[in-house]
């Protein structure tokens, strides 16, 4: 039928509304879109990232749109993929982040060979065209992560208390609470919260649970008493020294349990724990379940407010809810105890008092001016000998372009004044270990004089906390303050004239040498002596056992602390500068119990000093303290939310700690003495309580706990409900972390790696780098990898050092940094310096026979750090086969996790798949770092990629075998951060283990398919390009390479990844590993297939192998620095001995009055320093003189000049030297011990006689000759201490010549 033609008009007038509506609505919505797009990219111009990603489906004209805007803001833009959703990212000029050129990665044929063959297996699981990323994929059997079954439960079931009537009467005829047992038992009854402030002197910790059990014993009443320590090794001491009163063995009615170790029994009443191990047994129960047989808990230290303790208070408070029954007792020993009131909403303050302590608040305080003054009263006692310090002093300056380069930035500073000059300098401070009171070569200014003279308040606010002195005068002897007056500047003025004695602010800075001056002067002068005491044992009102000789207490921040200081005591002891008869401990966290009782019970008649970390606030020692040396500092990890930095700061310690501090000295009435050093006027500046550690701490682990504690609350929720609560900005930015390493998924949940890592002791990342150690067959040279990381850094170059100038500092540097070179073998890591440097000890090592004898100062702190590492690996062994990541026999036994031990590139791998996110990449183009880090991140100087001076990569860069670096500590650096542990990896390791584990192939993207590749969409392809394609791993991390190769890789990624989530869920099945079985078998060949192709990738960038890294460490039997102390320390049983077996006429009037005793019972004391006298031996050879030729040796040799010399009122030192080359390797003391010479070595080292010969020049000296017909002969005490000086005080990273 024809169509008519109004038909056709109707038609054609309905199909132009349609076209036309559909033009509108295209039109509309492009306008939109333009609108919507400029809106986000205006908000993102004027905002203060430097890049942003927008997320949505995008089509081809959005794109255009894109490239467009940033073409004309002149930004960049690229497309990113991420779990098949795409993005696009935006950057701005200058981004940190954006790379000109996508990295690139060509496999070797030999690699693509090696992937092809893996895949053809037929148990291959990932021989699928497409792996799917179910939930199965990352929980096998749909089982949900759960928290593994711990190995030690605490007690909790009900148990009787029991009767001990002798054992309780013999513990309260010692205990100093027992005036107020019954006011606590009162206050018990009426509260279920009370609070128990007091001393330390009253052992509240083990008093307060003693009168519980009697109580509950005598009402018949269940008993079961958790007590909370801040320390393992208190817990195991208390528990110890209270089953002594009872008469029983620990583990009846008195018991521990802590990580890894545990005495306890069901009948047990009293249980001794930390706040870690009682919160990670809570986890997985409720309240209601894990407090139900509880009658009582006790957390000691409270005010401390240690992070775990403030969490188990957060548990206390919702336990007391469910159980009435329940009693929380607090031990305080602050005035500030109104804020746990507050927070439990109950309770009452029972307050104790002892008469001693209000004596002892009226002893003596001496702060830093004081002690100067003190010093200065007694300066004959503190002669130093400056000869070794003159051959440094005059040495000409080194050449360094690190010094022109901060020339030109002052300069710069000075012409501009601009903000980012001084953060630029600030950064060469903190990242470059260039000094605060740097001055120009020429000029002499220093950065605090150019911003006085600039006027500018704000960077002298900044100078001055970082303590910059403004009284340094420039080459027109003007200083900062003279310059602000020139400039009229009020502001500037009253700023710097009030800051004074900068140098004493800051906590960084200790003279070692004033620290040594204020121990000689306790030690010897006669204004110090105890003489109060002679006198209260003469009309018997004390017992001469407990006699205050004069023990001193030295209390530092942090362990390297405690060796340096140990170590000067020790130096000055050796050498005669204080009195023989001193006894010398070391007390801190990781001590053995043995070592704690020595420590505690000290050795009587003799002077104990003691060098502790801040444990001794909890630990009572037998003996009485006479003084006490309070550092006045802390040290503690510090996190920076805005940078993600972890890093060793010092600081100030507070008020309240310096009180408690004081009241450590004698309780018997005596004026004792306590000497802080810190400046008076800085008291009132300090912060009046204990620091939280949740305010300041890395919080990777505090939320792993909390998540684990309370799996249906939010991290941040929960943390807001403890008594202190957490920086949400620190809480929020660790929670992204979490995640970034797969502890927590994307809904904040925690995984199978977050359950496994609960129980290993360290940052969770590294705990997930042993996870990929134990998985990838390699976990030796990690385990030791990972204990340097734990601790500080051994070989880390000094940013000061006391009485050297600029020029020393400098040659010192040099020194470390060639150290550092050696130990890295040509390899571009410093990841091999630590293995390296561990074999090397471990090689030294002497099971049977330890050489006792010093080098220096540097050798003797490096044997402590080295020791620590031990202690670290084998805690964290301990730790492995507790959470069942390690067996004792089958598949993850310790033989086939370190299969791999000795494959350089399979351990590389290892590190880029534990430390992601912490790699970067180097941009050729600009030559700089790019990384994911907010911002820039450069090569910290001890690196071996870099030299000391500061320049830019591209000069090194050309002779790197590769671009990509993994790197480990970050230090926060003003506008930058530095990279100190990096080592250099291939981009395979890359592309197969960084990023999260679920990638599948919507990551992977044509190259032709990135419309805005370059950000103006007019990229053109050639036919190579076309075959490429774009892996995107995360939102940083893109590589690009050939497709068919990128398939291939990423079906191994996942069928790794695969096997990991599986080994993770089923580690703890042990059956499981222990035969071998098919898909064991297809794990098996997928790593060694990964040996293999890492070894050939290594190959073909041209990587150097080392040789023998995979050297399984053996044991410590004896450590050093322990032994070391004992053998040095006098010993009275062992000089009585050789007292008797000497003739009268070598008896000194000082051992007899020791020996004899005056008929009124008062005993005279006198410590004095002895004479000295030297002899010098020649030897052939050096090395293991006393090993190779013992005793008979020498004997025959020096017996006829030396033997009849011996004195026992005179130190006899015995100077070895040999010939060809002229040199002095060793000094000795002579002595006899039940009746037979020895010769007991002393110092070590190689110390040119060439050296002494100048000395005696510039001192006009005549000094004897040493050659090869004397054999032994005495020497001037003269030149015996020159030399015995030269031994003692020297520095091996110095050259004297």
């Known amino acids: 039928m024809p169509i008519s033609v109004k038909t056709l008009q109707y038609f054609f007038r309905f199909e132009f509304k349609i076209l036309t509506s559909r033009l509108f609505l295209y039109i509309m919505i492009k306008n939109i879109v333009h609108q919507y797009i400029f809106e986000q990219l205006m908000h993102f111009k004027d905002g203060n990232r430097c890049c942003q990603k927008f997320c949505g489906s995008f089509r081809s004209v959005e794109r255009i749109i894109f490239a467009d805007y940033a073409f004309k803001l002149g930004y960049n833009c690229r497309p990113l993929l991420h779990n098949g959703i795409e993005f696009i990212k935006m950057y701005k000029k200058h981004c940190l982040h954006f790379m000109e050129q996508v990295p ?134 208390n528990s110890e020294k209270l089953s002594e009163y009872l008469g029983e063995k620990v583990g009846n009615t008195v018991a521990f349990q802590i990580h890894l170790q545990s005495r306890i029994s069901e009948g047990s009443n009293l249980i001794y724990t930390t706040s870690s191990f009682l919160l990670r047994v809570l986890m997985g129960q409720s309240i209601v379940d894990s407090f139900r047989h509880i009658s009582h808990v006790i957390v000691c230290d409270v005010t401390r407010h240690e992070a775990f303790t403030d969490l188990l208070l957060c548990e206390l408070r919702a336990a007391l809810r469910c159980h009435a029954h329940l009693k929380i007792i607090l031990l305080s020993n602050s005035r500030h105890n109104l804020g746990f009131l507050e927070y439990f909403g109950e309770g009452e303050v029972l307050q104790l008092e002892y008469p001693a302590v209000q004596e002892l608040q009226t002893s003596h305080v001496f702060h830093l001016e004081d002690i100067q003054k003190v010093i200065e009263t007694d300066r004959h006692l503190n002669m130093r000998n400056q000869s070794i310090y003159n051959n440094y002093t005059n040495m000409s300056r080194m050449p360094n372009r690190n010094y022109f380069n901060v020339d030109r930035i002052l300069e710069n500073y000075e012409l501009t004044g601009a903000d980012q000059a001084l953060e630029t300098f600030l950064y060469m401070v903190r990242g470059e270990n260039v000094s605060i009171d740097y001055r120009h070569s020429i000029t002499g200014k220093t950065a605090i004089i150019i911003a006085a003279k600039l006027g500018n308040v704000t960077h002298i606010k900044m100078l001055l906390e970082k303590f910059a002195d403004p009284y340094i005068m420039d080459k027109q002897n003007l200083n900062a303050v003279s310059n602000a007056i020139a400039g009229g500047n009020m502001m500037c003025i009253e700023l710097l004239s009030s800051a004074q004695n900068l140098k004493d602010m800051n906590p960084t800075s200790l003279d070692y040498n004033m620290v040594m001056d204020l121990i000689k002067v306790l030690m010897m002068s006669t204004k110090w002596e105890p003489g109060a005491y002679f006198k209260l044992i003469a009309i018997n009102k004390i017992s001469s056992s407990i006699l205050n000789l004069g023990n001193l207490v030295i209390i530092v921040a942090d362990y390297e602390q405690l ?21 010398i401990y070391m007390l801190h966290n990781n001590i053995e119990k043995d070592q704690l009782e ?3 019970k000290g050795t009587p008649e003799c002077k104990n000093i003691v060098i502790t970390t801040d444990i001794i606030e909890s630990v009572i020692l037998k003996f009485p303290i006479k003084y006490v040396i309070d550092l006045a500092r802390a040290r503690r990890i510090q996190y920076t939310a805005d940078t993600g930095c972890k890093e060793l700061v010092y600081e100030w310690i507070s008020r309240e700690a310096l009180e408690n501090r004081a009241r450590l000295t004698s309780r018997l009435g005596e ?30 682990r505090i939320c792993l706990t909390v998540k684990l504690l309370s799996p249906h609350t939010m991290v941040a929720e929960y943390l807001q409900s403890t008594i202190c609560k957490a920086p949400f900005i620190n809480v929020h930015n660790t929670v992204e972390f979490l995640k970034k390493i797969y502890v927590f998924d994307e809904l904040e949940e925690v995984t199978w790696l977050g359950c496994r890592l609960i129980d290993v002791p360290i940052d969770c990342q590294l705990g997930k780098l042993l996870v990929f150690a134990i998985l990838l067959q390699c976990l030796d040279p990690v385990l030791t990898i990972v204990s340097f990381l734990s601790t500080f850094d051994p070989l880390e170059l000094p940013t000061e050092i006391d009485n050297k100038n600029l020029t020393v500092l400098e040659e010192v540097r040099s020194k470390v940094k060639i150290e550092r070179k050696r130990l890295a073998e040509n390899i571009l890591s410093d990841h091999l310096i630590y293995l390296r440097l561990y074999q090397e000890w471990q090689n030294n090592l002497r099971d049977d026979n330890p050489e006792m004898v010093l080098i220096d100062e540097h050798d003797y702190v490096l044997n402590g750090i080295l020791e620590k590492v031990c202690d670290i690996r084998t805690h964290l062994v301990g ?108 981009p395979l390791t890359v592309a197969m283990f960084a990023g999260p584990p679920k990638i599948d192939s919507s990551n992977l993207c044509p190259l032709g398919n990135c419309s805005v590749y370059q950000g103006t969409g007019n990229h053109i392809f050639n036919e190579k390009e076309a075959a490429m394609s774009i892996f995107y791993i995360d939102d940083w991390i893109e590589i690009k390479m050939e497709h068919t190769s990128a398939q291939l890789l990423l079906k191994t990624r996942q069928y790794f990844y695969s096997a990991y989530m599986n080994f993770l869920q089923n580690c703890g099945s042990i059956d499981k590993w222990r035969r071998t079985n098919t898909y064991l078998s297809a794990v098996s060949r997928l790593f060694d297939t990964f040996e293999r192709i890492f070894a050939i990738e290594d190959q073909a960038c041209g990587f150097v192998k080392p040789l023998n890294i995979g050297l399984r460490p053996k044991a410590v039997p004896n450590k050093f620095i322990t032994s070391f102390n004992a053998v040095i320390s006098w010993s009275e049983e062992k000089f009585v001995h050789s007292f008797h077996m000497i003739s009268k006429d070598h008896i000194s009037k000082r051992v007899e009055l020791k020996k004899s005793y005056v008929s009124n019972g008062k005993q005279d004391y006198k410590f004095v320093c002895l004479e000295k006298q030297f002899f010098a031996v020649y030897i052939s050879q050096t090395d293991s003189v006393f090993r190779k030729y013992p005793q008979d040796w020498l004997r025959e040799a020096v017996s006829k000049v030396i033997e009849p010399c011996l004195r026992h009122d005179k130190l006899t030192f015995v100077i070895l030297y040999n010939k060809n080359p002229d040199q002095f390797c060793m000094i000795a003391v002579a002595t006899r011990i039940f009746g037979t010479f020895r010769l007991q070595e002393y110092f070590k080292n190689k110390i040119p006689i060439s050296e002494v010969l100048k000395i005696c020049l510039k001192q006009n000296i005549c000094m004897p000759p040493f050659g090869e017909k004397r054999n032994a002969f005495q020497i001037d005490a003269v030149i015996g201490k020159i030399i015995l000086n030269l031994f003692a005080f020297r520095n091996n990273w110095l050259d004297y010549n």
């Not at 059990?213 to 320590?229: G, L, M, Q």
């Not at 086939?896 to 990449?921: D, E, H, Q």
Request: aromatic share 8%; glycine share 4%; net charge positive.
């Open 598 to 600: 020595e420590v505690i």
């Open 104 to 237: 690139e990665l060509h496999l070797a044929p030999h690699t693509e060979k090696e992937l092809f063959m893996l895949q053809r297996e037929s148990d291959f699981i990932g021989s699928q065209l497409e792996m799917q990323m179910s939930p199965e994929f990352f929980s096998p059997n749909c089982a949900r992560p759960s928290i593994p079954p711990h190995r030690f439960s605490l007690g909790l079931k009900q148990s009787m208390a029991r009767q001990n009537d002798r054992g309780q009467q013999r513990f309260q005829e010692k205990c100093s609470l027992h005036p107020y047992k019954t006011s606590l038992l009162e206050a018990l009854q009426r509260t279920r919260v009370l609070i128990v402030n007091g001393d330390c002197i009253f052992e509240k910790s083990t008093g307060l649970p003693m009168y519980i059990i009697e109580s509950c014993a005598e009402r018949r009443a269940h008993c079961k008493i958790i007590c909370v320590e801040r320390e393992q090794l208190l817990a195991i001491h």
């Open 879 to 986: 730790a492995l086969r507790s959470s069942q990541l390690i067996h004792n026999q089958g598949q993850l036994s310790m033989h086939y996790i370190n299969l791999k031990s000795n494959s350089w590139p399979m351990i590389k791998a290892t590190l880029v798949a534990g430390l992601y996110p912490c790699l970067s990449i180097i941009d050729t183009f600009e030559g700089r770092l790019r990384s994911n880090r907010p911002k820039e991140l450069v090569i910290h100087p001890t690196s071996v990629l870099r030299d000391l001076t500061l320049g830019p990569l591209n000069s090194n860069v050309r002779t790197f075998p590769s671009h990509w670096i993994v790197y480990g500590n970050v230090i926060n650096s003003a506008n930058r951060n530095s990279t100190k542990c990096c080592s250099l990896v291939t």
């Open 563 to 583: 060796l340096r200081i140990n170590y000067w005591v020790l130096r000055c002891k050796m050498i005669g500068d204080i009195p023989p008869q001193i006894v």
């Open 671 to 700: 004026k004792a003495s306590c000497f802080r050093f810190i400046s008076g006027f800085l008291i009132d500046k300090l912060p009046l309580t204990y620091t939280a550690d949740l305010l300041t701490m890395p919080l990777d």
